[in-house]
């Protein structure tokens, strides 16, 4: 088993993609496996430029709303995207900061004999081994630490901190044999986005700007070991507080982490991490050993992904972001922030089906917070109730539309879509309690900001105006483009999915709703449809316009196949049909150029039943968009190597993969829909169904050979095989027989077969 679970190199991560990921959820350490002098990438969670936003200064909305729509309905969309821009914020989102690195000298000048490093993904450890020398690094949630235990190298020397901040004070000072270093500083008060040429870039102020410490301690633990422990600590007090900057009591916090670790032995503190993690990772496995090399690769990918949400997010930090907890620069990428017109989404795609959906909870209360927000901005910018989030956000819970090209700062979906993570999780399993105090608000908020969005169009249907398909433009001209329009394919199938979730969660907990649940209603009733273009394949937009980039990495328009359930064969099969013509259009022009476009690419296949494309998502995103320790990579040529570490891929590929085998969306529990041919023998265990079941299965030759289905929700069970299945027996935990009985609903060439299920109950079924 631990064989399956190691990603092992030759030789030292020369880049910071390369490196390894270690972290809790909020202290994340990457780690370089350097010889004899380490380097630690230190960061935590709640260390950004910035503070809570000032008040909205952007235009009035009732001044240029009016104006908008009207040039919309006459197709001027170049004076469209002109008024746009009027209805744009002054600021950006503010970015997530590195804290600096560690150099740690633990052994002298040796020769690199048997040189290993070692990532083991079932352990959360990364090992470092040559000659004698072995370091072993965790970070612990339990004891929040970095620890690293250095044995062969017979080295004691002090800790050294490098940082990018100006502000940065460092102490070191010895202690009854025990080196300590304390680095104290401040993050930047404000941070343009990499992509803005302006200047001044990064300011600090002597006020202003997160106060955040390190701590480190190095000691000789015994004959045969020195050791590293490492802790951080900030001065973040909420998203809508200033931070703190008392340097000397956010260090104190750092240092007494540390000192309590100081005082137990390494063994206990690995003991204490591996409990705690392996409660997470060991609810979920895929096993493809019986498959061969080539499936390998893929399996490792899946245990990876599972990994790295495990290690960036935790009940009680904060979301993941774009590079997860992970990052060096002070001016990362997208500003390493949440972008939510799919990276923020993607990483939580896998949270419910693998097992982890505790680990959903920095997702939820993000939302909630951007719901409180966003309430302002929806007033200020469009004359709306509820509340509106823009496309991208960050630790102060930003929400507006920032100054820039409208194809991705004029799209106001974003909590319409983050609202579907809350239904995922009712439907997966999740209380009363949720549905009433969590979801329910946030459905609330969504639902008000979209009925005061939709418009009659020139047939009288409700479309949403202004609309746009993330980052995407249409041609007006040969020479001419533009994004802003009204009814996008994605804005429709989210004002679709809200207004009906709303009603629907309404009407059972909160009664005294009725008159916006019958409004809802109505506007369901009038809302328009998703058009098909005369070549058969889904719109993107309104109606038939040609694309600025007929390749372009996002698939928005494909949102109700996936991560939407409206599309399905059975139910929507002219729809069904347009997807897969869509997705092949995009595809034969290049789309799935970065990581996390070729993972959205992997579900859609499942969810097409697509095997082949499948394994083709799945060979790309490890051969071509993978780094060497199968980071997902996002090919940017202005960045130094040429790409730039985004999580989203890792995370969604992971979705992907388990969609191939399970699928619960259309009211049956779909067994190996679209197993891609080099996984011919395998299984999998802990996958997580909707209705609370839970389901391990095992295959040989492409063929289903067992399924054992743990009951959740009480009633009939309906499980969808494929139609060569050979005929199942199905016994409960006591070795009863259980008759079945063959139902309708199913496609061609699969075949559906129900039960009466006992919550709780293990149905195993074997061919």
């Not at 490196?19 to 230190?42: C, H, I, K, P, Q």
């Not at 449809?529 to 109606?543: F, K, P, Q, S």
């Not at 289905?709 to 027996?729: F, H, K, Q, S």
Request: glycine letters at 10%; one cysteine or more; hydrophobic letters at 40%.
């Amino acid at each position: 088993m631990d064989e399956r679970h190691r990603i092992r190199l030759a030789a030292p991560a020369a880049a910071f993609h390369d490196a390894f990921l270690l972290g809790n959820g909020s202290l994340g350490a990457t780690v370089y496996g350097r010889a004899g002098v380490e380097r630690v990438d230190l960061n935590l969670d709640t260390v950004w430029s910035g503070g809570p936003g000032s008040p909205e200064s952007g235009p009035p909305a009732g001044e240029l709303l009016p104006e908008l729509r009207q040039a919309i309905r006459e197709r001027d969309h170049l004076r469209a995207d002109q008024l746009a821009r009027s209805l744009q914020g002054p600021g950006y989102t503010q970015s997530y900061q590195p804290l600096g690195w560690l150099e740690w000298s633990y052994a002298a000048d040796r020769p690199l004999d048997g040189y290993l490093r070692e990532l083991d993904l079932a352990e959360a450890v990364t090992t470092t081994t040559y000659g004698p020398v072995r370091v072993e690094s965790f970070v612990s949630a339990p004891d929040g630490v970095l620890v690293m235990s250095a044995t062969g190298g017979d080295e004691v020397a002090a800790p050294a901190f490098r940082s990018e901040h100006p502000t940065m004070e460092i102490e070191q000072r010895e202690e009854k044999g025990v080196h300590w270093l304390v680095a104290t500083g401040r993050a930047p008060a404000h941070v343009l986005p990499n992509y803005v040429d302006a200047e001044p870039a990064v300011v600090y102020a002597t006020e202003e700007g997160m106060g955040f410490a390190v701590a480190v301690a190095v000691h000789r633990t015994g004959p045969g070991e020195v050791r590293l422990i490492a802790a951080a600590a900030s001065g973040f007090r909420g998203y809508d507080q200033r931070p703190s900057t008392d340097r000397r009591s956010i260090a104190a916090e750092a240092e007494q982490r540390v000192a309590r670790a100081l005082s137990i032995e390494t063994s206990k503190l690995r003991a204490r991490h591996r409990e705690d993690y392996r409660g997470y990772f060991d609810r979920a496995d895929l096993d493809l050993s019986g498959s061969g090399s080539e499936a390998a690769g893929a399996e490792l990918f899946f245990h990876l992904g599972r990994y790295l949400l495990i290690s960036s997010s935790r009940p009680g930090t904060q979301a993941a972001n774009l590079q997860g907890i992970w990052n060096v620069d002070v001016r990362p990428g997208w500003s390493c922030n949440y972008t939510t017109n799919i990276n923020l989404q993607m990483n939580y795609w896998a949270a419910e089906s693998t097992g982890l959906p505790e680990l959903h909870e920095p997702l939820f209360r993000m939302t909630r917070e951007l719901a409180r927000s966003g309430e302002q901005t929806a007033r200020r910018y469009y004359a709306a109730r509820g509340s509106v989030v823009h496309h991208n956000t960050d630790l102060w819970r930003f929400s507006t539309p920032v100054s820039g090209d409208p194809q991705w700062a004029n799209w106001p979906s974003g909590l319409l879509w983050l609202s579907a993570h809350f239904w995922d999780h009712l439907d997966y399993g999740a209380d009363d309690e949720f549905a009433a105090e969590t979801a329910l608000p946030v459905f609330r908020a969504a639902a008000r900001f979209a009925l005061d969005m939709l418009v009659p169009d020139g047939r009288g249907e409700l479309v949403m105006s202004p609309s746009t398909s993330p980052e995407h433009h249409f041609l007006v001209s040969a020479s001419a483009h533009a994004a802003v329009s009204e009814g996008t394919a994605m804005d429709q199938e989210l004002v679709r999915e809200v207004l009906a979730r709303y009603v629907s969660l309404a009407r059972r907990y909160s009664p005294e709703e009725e008159d916006q649940v019958e409004r809802a209603r109505t506007a369901l009733a009038d809302l328009r449809d998703v058009a098909v273009g005369t070549g058969g394949e889904l719109l993107e937009w309104y109606d038939e316009r040609p694309p600025r980039e007929p390749g372009h990495r996002h698939l928005s328009h494909l949102y109700g196949l996936y991560p939407g359930t409206r599309i399905t064969e059975a139910a929507t099969p002219d729809h069904f049909a347009a997807a897969r013509r869509a997705l092949r259009h995009r595809l034969e022009h290049g789309s799935g150029y970065t990581g996390w476009s070729q993972a959205w690419t992997l579900c859609l296949a499942a969810r097409l039943r697509d095997a082949e494309l499948a394994e083709r998502a799945i060979s790309i995103l490890l051969n071509e968009l993978s780094s060497e320790s199968l980071l997902d990579l996002h090919p940017h040529g202005d960045w130094p190597g040429g790409n730039i570490f985004q999580i989203d891929g890792n995370l969604g590929g992971v979705a992907g993969m388990t969609e191939l085998l399970v699928q619960s969306h259309e009211g049956a529990i779909s067994l190996l829909k679209a197993l891609p041919p080099s996984w011919h023998t395998g299984s999998a265990r802990g996958i997580r169904c909707r209705g609370g079941h839970q389901v391990e299965l095992a295959w040989r030759a492409g063929t289903l050979a067992r399924a054992d289905v743990t009951a959740g929700r009480p009633g009939r069970m309906v499980v969808e095989i494929p139609g060569d299945t050979p005929p199942l027996n199905v016994v409960d935990e006591n070795g009863t027989h259980v008759p079945l009985a063959e139902v309708g609903g199913a496609i061609p060439g699969r075949l559906r077969l129900a039960w009466n299920g006992l919550p709780g109950r293990r149905y195993t079924a074997r061919t």
